[in-house]
């Protein structure tokens, strides 16, 4: 048995320190010592109105394995309701079945936990369903309800009360979060269902408990995850963690040693699966210094007005459009790529690059703008979705202007081990790592932006067209060169060949006879 006095005690304890109430409520759950990566999670989780930095809306992003769904899931709606600090709260999981699997788990800890019973005896519960339960501590019910992403938890009420303590955990998951419009709808929710759920009349005051609150926990999948936008937010108190930092020392060593975080590296590594190891240890969707597919050692730099590529005869200069395909141009980012390509000395230049949410008068005008500035041969653009209704507006508004230029119409594939586009641009990987690409230094920071980001870029607008350079080249049967293919064949070589020959010849008559019909080509 517990004395009122040593239970009163205990509660306290526990309503100061998560951690703490983890080890005595679970201790089969959280058998480990929690790590140092533990410390900045706790201290989110404890803080309360009036303490410094509070604010209701929590943000944890913590990587695998370190106990995100034991604390979210389990711990933290336990503490809350022992401690009888909310009537009402929402579990949220990936799915419906997610959130279920959870609740259900806390449903048998709350009723067979030894602690709990010793506290206040055997839990009654009015309402038990796998949909929603109510349990009643001492005198107050408090409901417990699973919800999945999408579904609804606006305009709720328990015994009058809206939901008070919102729990989200891996609300994303990796195939889904690949897809734009998956990223946006489920933004869309979050905002406009969840966050709305709650009665935002009730005020936070010092020194009590908070009327509602908000806890996410995940883990980083996509350079525009939902958790990457609410870390952005000032209105969130947050906290990016990883397992171990660049030389992998640990941060959770009680679950993964230096050792272990090293070897897991050089595992993934060898199959190939650097991404999973940023992604899932280390919250960052993309690989990182020297293992990032664009690494920025590889980078090459050229200065456009030494190079005066307008007047080198071997450079012929495309441009590559890629068209936003929302219903509204100028709700995304399209994308226009100026690039010259130097057959003879196996260059390509990276001349001009704008990325912008046009109209598309103005994509057309900058287009032409672009094409007239680099004396361009050749336009490519993405129809993809969009056809006759891009293609027809384009041509007429060039043909308007006198500009006469060859018009390519690029068709986007689908990839077989990945999406097109992912395709597409890694395609790029082994021009940059043989050196044949050149930045114009003055205007090629936001494509590096985008490259730094790859696979998992939240804006593909410039590196997506610049991608369509491989294809172009196939197409108009152009092909880099080895050294020195080019030293004798060049117009400007058989010219200055061909003048050399006619001064040999040029007081001699007879001799000149049999060159007269000749021309060069």
Same mark, same amino acid.
């Given at each position: 048995?517990?004395?009122?006095?040593?239970?009163?005690?205990?509660?306290?304890e526990?309503a100061n =320190? &998560?951690?703490?109430?983890?080890s005595m409520?679970y201790?089969?759950?959280?058998?480990r010592?929690?790590?140092?990566?533990?410390?900045?999670i706790?201290d989110?989780i404890d803080?309360?109105?009036?303490d410094?930095g509070?604010r209701p809306?929590k943000?944890?992003?913590? $990587?695998r394995?370190v106990?995100k769904t034991s604390?979210?899931?389990?711990?933290?709606?336990?503490i809350?309701?022992i401690?009888?600090?909310?009537?009402?709260?929402?579990i949220i999981?990936?799915?419906? =079945?997610?959130a279920?699997?959870?609740?259900?788990e806390?449903k048998?800890e709350?009723v067979s936990n030894?602690l709990?019973r010793?506290l206040?005896?055997?839990?009654?519960?009015?309402k038990?369903?796998?949909?929603e339960?109510?349990l009643?501590?001492?005198s107050?019910?408090?409901?417990v309800?699973p919800r999945?992403s999408?579904?609804?938890?606006?305009?709720r009420l328990f015994?009058?009360s809206?939901?008070?303590?919102?729990?989200?955990?891996d609300?994303?998951k990796?195939?889904?979060v690949e897809?734009p419009e998956i990223?946006?709808e489920k933004?869309?929710?979050l905002y406009?269902?969840?966050?709305?759920?709650?009665? %935002?009349?009730?005020?936070h005051? $010092?020194?009590?408990?908070?009327?509602?609150?908000f806890l996410?926990?995940g883990?980083?999948?996509?350079?525009d995850s939902?958790l990457i936008s609410?870390? @952005?937010s000032?209105h969130w108190d947050s906290?990016?963690?990883e397992i171990c930092n660049d030389?992998f020392? &640990?941060?959770?060593? /009680?679950?993964?040693?230096d050792i272990?975080?090293?070897a897991?590296?050089?595992?993934m590594k060898d199959d190939?699966q +650097?991404d999973?190891?940023?992604?899932?240890y280390?919250?960052? $969707?993309?690989?990182m210094?020297?293992?990032?597919?664009?690494?920025e050692?590889l980078?090459?730099y050229y200065?456009e007005?030494k @190079?005066n590529l307008?007047n080198?005869y071997?450079?012929?200069s495309?441009v590559?459009?890629d068209?936003?395909?929302?219903? /509204?141009m100028a709700?995304? $980012?399209s994308?226009?790529?100026?690039?010259?390509i130097?057959?003879v000395r196996? %260059?390509?230049?990276?001349?001009d690059?704008i990325?912008?949410k046009f109209?598309p008068e103005?994509?057309?005008t900058?287009t032409?703008e672009m094409i007239i500035?680099m004396?361009?041969?050749?336009l490519?653009v993405?129809?993809t979705?969009?056809h006759?209704?891009?293609?027809?507006?384009f041509?007429?508004?060039?043909r308007?202007?006198g500009?006469?230029?060859?018009?390519?119409? +690029?068709?986007a594939?689908?990839g077989v081990?990945e999406?097109g586009?992912?395709a597409?641009v890694r395609?790029?990987v082994d021009f940059y790592?043989q050196?044949?690409?050149?930045? /114009? &230094?003055s205007?090629?920071?936001? +494509?590096?932006q985008?490259?730094?980001?790859?696979?998992r870029?939240?804006?593909?607008?410039?590196?997506?067209?610049?991608?369509?350079?491989v294809?172009l080249?196939?197409k108009g049967?152009?092909?880099l060169?080895?050294?020195g293919?080019?030293?004798?064949?060049s117009?400007?070589?058989?010219?200055?060949e061909?003048?050399?020959?006619e001064k040999?010849?040029e =007081?001699? @008559?007879?001799?000149?006879?049999?060159?007269? =019909?000749?021309?060069?080509?």
């Amino acid at each position: 048995m517990i004395s009122k006095i040593e239970r009163i005690e205990l509660l306290a304890e526990m309503a100061n =320190d &998560s951690a703490f109430a983890g080890s005595m409520i679970y201790p089969d759950r959280f058998n480990r010592p929690f790590d140092l990566i533990h410390k900045p999670i706790f201290d989110i989780i404890d803080k309360r109105p009036g303490d410094e930095g509070y604010r209701p809306h929590k943000l944890i992003i913590a $990587p695998r394995g370190v106990g995100k769904t034991s604390i979210c899931g389990l711990l933290v709606p336990t503490i809350a309701i022992i401690l009888q600090r909310y009537d009402y709260i929402v579990i949220i999981g990936y799915n419906a =079945d997610d959130a279920i699997e959870k609740t259900e788990e806390l449903k048998r800890e709350l009723v067979s936990n030894e602690l709990i019973r010793t506290l206040y005896g055997d839990i009654k519960t009015p309402k038990w369903s796998t949909k929603e339960f109510v349990l009643q501590i001492g005198s107050k019910l408090i409901k417990v309800h699973p919800r999945g992403s999408g579904q609804p938890v606006r305009g709720r009420l328990f015994n009058g009360s809206r939901p008070g303590l919102i729990l989200i955990d891996d609300l994303e998951k990796t195939k889904e979060v690949e897809n734009p419009e998956i990223r946006r709808e489920k933004k869309d929710w979050l905002y406009g269902d969840v966050m709305n759920c709650i009665d %935002r009349g009730l005020r936070h005051v $010092p020194g009590k408990d908070a009327p509602w609150e908000f806890l996410v926990m995940g883990t980083i999948l996509h350079q525009d995850s939902l958790l990457i936008s609410l870390s @952005e937010s000032d209105h969130w108190d947050s906290v990016t963690l990883e397992i171990c930092n660049d030389n992998f020392e &640990s941060n959770a060593p /009680n679950f993964m040693p230096d050792i272990v975080c090293k070897a897991l590296y050089e595992q993934m590594k060898d199959d190939t699966q +650097l991404d999973t190891w940023y992604r899932e240890y280390r919250n960052n $969707p993309v690989p990182m210094g020297a293992d990032a597919a664009f690494n920025e050692t590889l980078y090459k730099y050229y200065d456009e007005g030494k @190079e005066n590529l307008n007047n080198n005869y071997d450079v012929e200069s495309v441009v590559i459009v890629d068209p936003s395909r929302t219903v /509204n141009m100028a709700s995304a $980012p399209s994308g226009i790529v100026g690039i010259g390509i130097d057959m003879v000395r196996n %260059r390509i230049f990276v001349r001009d690059v704008i990325s912008k949410k046009f109209y598309p008068e103005e994509l057309y005008t900058l287009t032409a703008e672009m094409i007239i500035k680099m004396q361009a041969r050749v336009l490519a653009v993405e129809i993809t979705g969009l056809h006759e209704f891009i293609t027809h507006p384009f041509k007429t508004f060039l043909r308007q202007r006198g500009i006469q230029i060859e018009f390519v119409e +690029l068709q986007a594939r689908q990839g077989v081990s990945e999406k097109g586009k992912t395709a597409r641009v890694r395609s790029l990987v082994d021009f940059y790592r043989q050196g044949i690409i050149y930045h /114009n &230094s003055s205007v090629c920071a936001p +494509l590096e932006q985008q490259l730094r980001a790859f696979p998992r870029a939240k804006d593909w607008s410039l590196m997506d067209p610049f991608g369509y350079i491989v294809e172009l080249l196939e197409k108009g049967q152009r092909y880099l060169s080895f050294p020195g293919q080019h030293e004798f064949e060049s117009e400007r070589n058989v010219e200055k060949e061909f003048n050399e020959l006619e001064k040999f010849y040029e =007081d001699d @008559e007879e001799l000149w006879a049999p060159l007269e =019909d000749f021309r060069v080509v």
